[in-house]
């Protein structure tokens, strides 16, 4: 499938299409602080042209590398900061905006879809009043965000379904978030009816809609348990969210099964088969596969029992929900 549209939603634009890339230096200008990769930034070189400083961005948690980006940052007045790169790039590039006052942009090169959301731990230095921000300029070209290799691809694919799965399920939902997260759900199962060669384009869209879906409804019961296993575990976020993803989302048709329906329907299969699916592809169809430790699991639960955000996928789960939840996945 092709697509390609500019979609002007408040106060930020969305520019999303196959050589969307081009456009950069209209829709973002100059002068900007770039936060990358390697990888990223060899995809993208007219980006790295225009800044006025570039930061590569390694692995750990965003609030840390918040603060040592803005240690490391010049002030030189630059007028904005850009993400260039997955979701721990562009959270903090969103992390850094928050504190330092910057308008955000956001090139993704994953399905994350952050960055098309105000969620996001803010810099460990900031104040405890600092508001979240979501980027105000994102340019999804499918041939950087839907650039991962065929494993990564998929663990990337289940976290933007499960964004799609959860999001229509809080008690912040309503129909157009519901709706696009449906047509996310679609896009995903018909891009994935050949695994061997996966619509990326379709993937694209797919992550761009959820992440509109999870925006605007919050997330429950799935992405506390996913996120918890990513700061306590050391498991990667798209794997965290491949493994967890077929048993979530059965702990959810429980609470839900009249919106369950409408999952399967935009799915054609129930949706815990097309997240079983991607779990497999991505390598993560246990969490001892990602590097999971079992010994982690029960400090896990009692972390992510703590979580406000399960209130949203009522009831909310309690500990001995959360650890078997993990033990099934394990």
């Known amino acids: 499938m092709t697509a390609d549209f500019t979609w002007q939603d408040g106060e930020r634009t969305l520019r999303f299409g196959r050589g969307a890339l081009a456009e950069a230096g209209e829709l973002l200008g100059d002068g900007y602080v ?3 990769t390697p990888r990223a930034a060899a995809m993208a070189p007219s980006v790295v042209d225009l800044a006025a400083e570039v930061h590569h961005v390694g692995p750990g948690l965003v609030d840390q590398l918040a603060d040592a980006v803005l240690d490391a940052m010049l002030g030189g ?26 308008t955000v942009g956001a090139i993704p090169t994953t399905l994350s879809a952050a960055e098309m959301t105000r969620v996001h731990r803010h810099a460990a230095s900031a104040p405890a009043d600092t508001p979240s921000v979501r980027p105000a300029i994102v340019i999804n070209d499918p041939a950087m965000s839907a650039s991962q290799p065929a494993p990564e691809l998929a663990a990337s694919a289940a976290n933007s379904l499960a964004h799609a799965i959860e999001g229509p399920l809080t008690v912040r939902a309503s129909p157009v978030p519901a709706l696009a997260g449906r ?25 761009l809609l959820s992440g509109y879906t999870i925006d605007a409804t919050g997330y429950g019961l799935h992405h506390v348990l996913s996120q918890t296993l990513v700061r306590l575990a050391g498991a990667g976020h798209g794997a965290a969210n491949a493994a967890m993803l077929p048993h979530t989302s059965a702990a959810l048709r429980r609470r839900f099964p009249d919106a369950f329906a409408a999952h399967d329907a935009a799915a054609g299969q129930p949706v815990e088969a097309l997240a079983a699916e991607l779990a497999e592809l991505a390598g993560a169809a246990r969490l001892r596969d990602i590097g999971v430790a079992e010994d982690r699991l029960d400090s896990c ?27 099934e996945a394990w």
Do not use: F, H, M, W
């Not at 007045?77 to 910057?102: E, F, H, M, N, Q």
């Not at 047509?183 to 992550?207: F, S, V």
């Open 77 to 102: 007045g630059s007028p904005s900061v850009v993400g260039l790169g997955g979701g721990r790039v562009i959270d903090t590039a969103k992390a850094i905006g928050a504190v330092a006052g910057l």
């Open 183 to 207: 047509e996310a759900i679609r896009l995903t199962a018909a891009a994935y009816e050949d695994p061997e060669r996966p619509d990326r384009d379709a993937l694209a869209l797919a992550a």
């Open 34 to 36: 770039l936060l990358t």
């Open 301 to 327: 639960a009692e972390a992510a029992a703590q979580r406000a955000e399960l209130r949203l996928t009522p009831p909310p789960a309690d500990a001995a929900e959360l650890r078997g939840l993990y033990g």
